[in-house]
C-alpha cells in the first residue's frame, strides 16, 4: 500500500522530536528543556539528526569548582541516532548522542584571571524510552488510525564518562563520571495542542580527580511542563519551563554550600522540508539562578527518517 505526503504527515512521524540537546556536562544538561519527549511515533523507523549549538554565559561550570564570576562560549556540533521498536507491545525508541564542542572560559580564581579554550568531544550518552500508558507499539498502516490521548511514558539516560578530560584542568568538556537520568511524563493530546509535563532526577558517580581532589554531588531534582501546538501541515511549536534543584557538591568528604537552584524557558519549534526531512531550532534560556548554570542556548538540527516499510 502507497501512502501520500499529507497522509504521512497525519501520523505524526515529522512530530519525533529527537532529544537533542546540549549535554557536554550533567550541570548544563540538566537544565536543557526537551518538548515531545514521548510522543508517540511508529515502529521500525530511524532518524538521524545533525546539529550545532550556540551557548554563552556561565556555562559548563561546576559549583565546587574556585572560579569566579565565571563567563564562557561554547560551539557544539551534534551527531543523533534514534530507532523506534516494539517493547513488549509497548512502542518505544533508543537514540545515541555524540556532542563534539570548542569553547573559551574566563573567570577569576583566587582574585586572579583565568582563562581557558578547550577543543574535542564531550560525553556521549544514550538513552531508551518506553510509552507504557497511551501508545501501544504500531506498523505505520494501523498507526495511522492512531489518535493519541494520554500518554504516560518513562527513559533512563546514560551519559559515560568518554569526553576530553584534563584532571589538571578546572574546566573541561568530560565529566570523567557516570551520569544516569531516570524520567518520568505524562502528556495529553487535545485537539491541534499537546500538553506535558516530566520529572527526572539526575545521579551522579564520583570523579575521583579533580586536580587530586575527590567530587561527589547530592542528586538533582527536575521537573518541566509545556504546552505544543501541532500545525495542520506537520509543524509544530512548543513553548516550555522547567526547574531544577540539589546536586550539593562534596569534595574530599567536605559538604559546601553549592547547592543549585534554577528555572528555565524555552521556545522549540520543527518544521517538514520534505516528506524525510525537516528542521528543528531551539532557544533556552534562564529565568531565575540561585546557583548552578546560567547561559542561554540556540540550536537548530537538521533530522531525516527512513524506514518503517516507506
Request: proline share 5%; net charge positive; no cysteine.
Amino acid at each position: 500500500m502507497r501512502f501520500g505526503y499529507l497522509e504521512l504527515k497525519r501520523t505524526g512521524l515529522f512530530f519525533l522530536t529527537l532529544g537533542i540537546t546540549l549535554a557536554s556536562a550533567p550541570d548544563l544538561g540538566a537544565q536543557n528543556l526537551e518538548p515531545r519527549a514521548f510522543s508517540p511515533v511508529p515502529v521500525s523507523v530511524n532518524f538521524a539528526g545533525l546539529g550545532y549549538g550556540y551557548s554563552f554565559g556561565e556555562i559548563l561550570l561546576d559549583p565546587s569548582i574556585p572560579l569566579e564570576d565565571g563567563t564562557g562560549t561554547v560551539h557544539t556540533l551534534l551527531g543523533a541516532y534514534v530507532r523506534t521498536f516494539s517493547f513488549f507491545g509497548m512502542s518505544a525508541k533508543a537514540d545515541a548522542l555524540v556532542p563534539f564542542a570548542f569553547g573559551d572560559w574566563e573567570g577569576k580564581v583566587s582574585g586572579r584571571d583565568s582563562t581557558r579554550s578547550a577543543t574535542g568531544f564531550g560525553d556521549p550518552s544514550a538513552r531508551l524510552s518506553v510509552n507504557f500508558i497511551g501508545a501501544p507499539a504500531l506498523e505505520i498502516p494501523r498507526f495511522m488510525t492512531y489518535r493519541q490521548k494520554t500518554l504516560v511514558g518513562a527513559s533512563i539516560r546514560v551519559i559515560a564518562p568518554l569526553g576530553q578530560y584534563d584532571n589538571t584542568k578546572l574546566i573541561n568538556l568530560g565529566t570523567n563520571r557516570w551520569t544516569f537520568v531516570p524520567r518520568v511524563g505524562v502528556s495529553q493530546r487535545l485537539g491541534h495542542w499537546n500538553l506535558e509535563a516530566f520529572t527526572s532526577v539526575w545521579l551522579f558517580t564520583a570523579n575521583p580527580d579533580v586536580q587530586g581532589r575527590r567530587l561527589q554531588q547530592d542528586p538533582l531534582w527536575t521537573i518541566q511542563g509545556g504546552a505544543t501546538y501541532v500545525f495542520g501541515n506537520g509543524a509544530w511549536l512548543s513553548v516550555d519551563g522547567g526547574w531544577g534543584t540539589g546536586a550539593r557538591a562534596n569534595v574530599d568528604g567536605v559538604s559546601g554550600s553549592t547547592k543549585q537552584e534554577n528555572a528555565r524557558f524555552g521556545v522549540t519549534g520543527t518544521y517538514p522540508l520534505t516528506r524525510r526531512a525537516s528542521l528543528k531550532l531551539a532557544w533556552v534560556s534562564g529565568l531565575s539562578t540561585r546557583l548552578g548554570a546560567d547561559f542561554d542556548s540556540l540550536v537548530l538540527v537538521y533530522q531525516y527518517r527512513w524506514g518503517g516499510g516507506l
